[in-house]
């Protein structure tokens, strides 16, 4: 009995059972964790919490203090108990040969074999339930007696004397088979919402995994193409290189024979000159007038005029031009080489230019001017008498694009600074043409950036998010990829600015979609694909 009675003192009077992670409230009672804060839980918005056990009210949610010495006790309580699974429940009165019990009356605090329970007394008040061990904690810890009702308001299991004289009088009590569906069907609705969750969780999951792996198998082509890219390059340009070293080595040699000629020719006739100048100051030096005069050559030593103009004429030929050796020529080969790597090198992938972008006049609504050139859309307060058409956008002053896109990267550009009331986006062929549904961004068939006024947005779906109002251009870009799902819109200012970018699935082609409520807007590009 002392074990009995000990696990009686060591269950919670909330779940009935040994304590798990025990914690203690201000007012000195102990009850699991998990169990603590589920009836807290249950008492938000009430005004108050309170002690499920002496229900002391508390004016905010109590901090739950773990009590580490009731946790020890509990251990050290269950480390010592046999293993149910060995022991079980045994029949109380079979006590010579232990057999195991069926049933365990509380009002008995018995446990039953089948041979026992047959002769046990069937009144109401005598109490089966399947064999346990914790009697106690079926029975009210104030009055000892067996707990029988639920008391809706103070979320406690009772008995009829607390139902009486327990402080539960005028509160509404259930008995607790009916209390315990009513919160096994809560519990279940609350089960179907948590599976409704969980598998929209999980769809999330496997949509954004989904996503991620198209991100890397997109980043892992990208780097692959990137690399042969910078390979080829290097290898042009290596080409390149020995090309041009090649011909400014060719060019030097053909420059230099020539001067390497003409220096011979000037080393010789410098020799000759210092020749003349020995022979003549050697004369110079002479004392004897007579033999001065009769020197024989020096006619030849005075001519000083021979070739000298010739040469001088060459030196400086050769001076101002280099004999050929032009630095704009090799600059010439550097750029036309440049030019056929950049040709002959498939970039196109990453030096893109914008769409051409022509309005569909079919499409548009009867307030707007489209130009000649079908770039340029204004809004107008003549009706233009466009031509009936079931495309034509009936109640909002919106064209699309005659080009759409079902595949690759593609962007566009639209100058909007004479209009302060626009919107430009991507929509889709079957996008709504009256009503409030056809506005772009109103609708699930449509991604759009908007201006109003000084306010700019993007919407889709009629979700709208605000941008900060510091669009600093007069031009947006709008971009498209359609295979990873990513429209994007981006400012113009310097740098470039990004503004949102939507990801989805794309499930139609799209279409360029302008909407014009003042002023006009006007779309710039020529075509060229990524």
Known sequence: ??????????????????????????????FCRDCMDRVLDTQEGSGGHSCPECREKFQERPALQRNITLRNIVESFLSAQPDPEESGVLCTYCVDSPVPAVRSCLLCEVSLCDKHLRVHKKSPEHILCDPTLSMESRKCSVHKKILEYYCTK????????????????????????????????TLR??????????????E??????????????????????VSDLFRELRRRLEDLEKRVLSEISRRAERVS??????????????????????????????????????????????????????????????????????????????????????????????IQEAEDILLD???????????????????????????????????CPQVLSSRSFSSGRHYWEVDVGGSDS?????????????????????????????????????????????????????????YLDYEAGRISFYDLCDPIRHLHTFTTTFTEPLHGGVGVWGGCIKICGRNREM
């Open 189 to 202: 609705n609350v089960l179907q919402k948590l599976l409704t969750q969980r598998e929209e969780t999980e």
């Open 204 to 225: 999330r999951v496997q949509s954004l995994q989904e996503h991620r792996r198209k991100v890397e198998e997109e980043a892992a082509g990208d780097t692959e193409r």
């Open 422 to 478: 626009w919107r430009v986006g991507m929509c889709y062929p079957s996008i709504e043409r009256r009503g409030r549904q056809s506005v772009i961004g109103r609708n699930k068939k449509s991604w759009g950036l908007v201006r109003t006024g000084n306010q700019y947005l993007v919407i889709h779906d009629n979700k709208v998010i605000r941008l900060p109002p510091n669009v600093s251009s007069t031009r947006v870009r709008i």
């Open 154 to 185: 103070d979320d406690i299991c009772i008995c009829v004397s607390c139902c009486v004289i327990g402080g539960h009088t005028g509160h509404k009590m259930e008995p607790l088979d009916e209390a315990s569906e009513r919160k096994k069907e």
């Open 257 to 350: 024979i020539p001067l390497m000629d003409i220096i011979r020719e000037l080393e010789i006739k410098k020799d000759e000159l210092s020749r003349k100048m020995r022979d003549i100051e050697e004369l110079c030096n002479m004392t004897d007038p007579l033999t001065v005069l009769q020197e024989s050559d020096t006619g030849d030593l005075c001519d000083t005029e021979d070739g000298d103009d010739e040469d001088r004429e060459r030196h400086d030929r050769l001076l101002r031009d280099g004999g050929g050796l032009s630095g704009s020529g090799i600059s010439h080969t550097l750029h036309t080489g440049l030019s056929d790597i950049i040709t002959g090198v498939n970039v196109s992938f990453y």
């Open 1 to 30: 009995m002392a074990s009995a009675d000990l696990r009686a003192e060591l269950e919670c009077s909330v779940c009935l059972d040994i304590y798990t992670d025990p914690v203690n409230l201000k007012c000195g009672h102990n």
């Open 361 to 395: 006049v079919s499409t548009a609504h009867n307030n707007l001017q489209i130009s000649h050139d079908r770039k340029t859309v204004s809004r107008s307060d003549i009706d233009q008498n466009h031509s009936k058409s079931p495309e034509r956008f009936q109640d």
